[in-house]
Structure formats: structure tokens, C-alpha cells
């Protein structure tokens, strides 16, 4: 198991349960994330399905990595402006598109 992973295991108070932990942790820091990381991470993934791209198409466009455009529509990740301005621009879409509902 990961160092990192471990201390945040431990810092959680997560009971050790062996293989099982990661996905228990990864399971809190997901449900615990912000709503707007939701909203965005699902208006990103619907505009990419729209326009017929990939992941990793849209994320090489983008110059990104494919993983991050997993972890931000699966919230996982919070995204800065300017990531957000390089995704809309290869989408072809307004900033205020992805955050409209928010």
C-alpha cells in the first residue's frame, strides 16, 4: 500500500481491511466531494460525449492528461479556470455551459 494512502487510511480512522481499504477510502473522498466537482465533472463528460470525443481524445486536444479528464468527470479532482478554459475551447463551448447550473 501507498505511504501516502496509508496515512490517509490512518488519518480517516478507516478500519484495516486489507485489499479493501483503498476502495473504502477512495469511496469517502468521493462521496465528500463538492457538489460544483459533480456538476462540472458531468456537463464535461456530456459535452465530450456530444461532440464524439474520447478521453483521451479530448485530453490530448486539451494537452492533458487522459487520467485527469477521468478523475475530474468522476469528480475526483477539482479543476482550475484555466483547465476549464482549454476543455471548452476544444469542445467549442462556452465557459458558462459547464458552469450554468451551479
Same mark, same amino acid.
Given at each position: 500500500?501507498?505511504?501516502k494512502l496509508?496515512? %490517509?487510511?490512518? !488519518?480517516? *480512522?478507516?478500519p $484495516?481491511y486489507g485489499l $479493501?481499504?483503498p476502495?473504502?477510502l477512495?469511496?469517502r &473522498?468521493?462521496?465528500a466531494a463538492? *457538489? +460544483?466537482r459533480k456538476l462540472i465533472?458531468?456537463?464535461?463528460?456530456?459535452?465530450r460525449? !456530444? $461532440?464524439? &470525443? =474520447? /478521453?483521451? !481524445? &479530448?485530453?490530448?486536444? $486539451?494537452d %492533458?492528461?487522459s487520467? +485527469?479528464i =477521468? /478523475?475530474?468527470?468522476r469528480a475526483?479532482?477539482?479543476v @482550475?479556470?484555466? @483547465? &476549464?478554459l !482549454?476543455?471548452t *475551447?476544444?469542445?467549442?463551448?462556452? %465557459?458558462r455551459?459547464?458552469v450554468g447550473d %451551479?
Open positions: 500500500m501507498d505511504i496509508l496515512a %490517509l487510511v490512518l !488519518k480517516l *480512522k478507516l $484495516a $479493501a481499504a476502495f473504502l477512495w469511496y &473522498l468521493v462521496a463538492p *457538489k +460544483y465533472g458531468e456537463n464535461i463528460r456530456a459535452f460525449r !456530444k $461532440a464524439g &470525443l =474520447s /478521453q483521451e !481524445k &479530448l485530453a490530448e486536444k $486539451a %492533458l492528461h487520467v +485527469y =477521468s /478523475q475530474v468527470e475526483e479532482r477539482a @482550475t479556470i484555466e @483547465t &476549464l !482549454k476543455i *475551447k476544444v469542445l467549442r463551448i462556452r %465557459l455551459d459547464i %451551479l
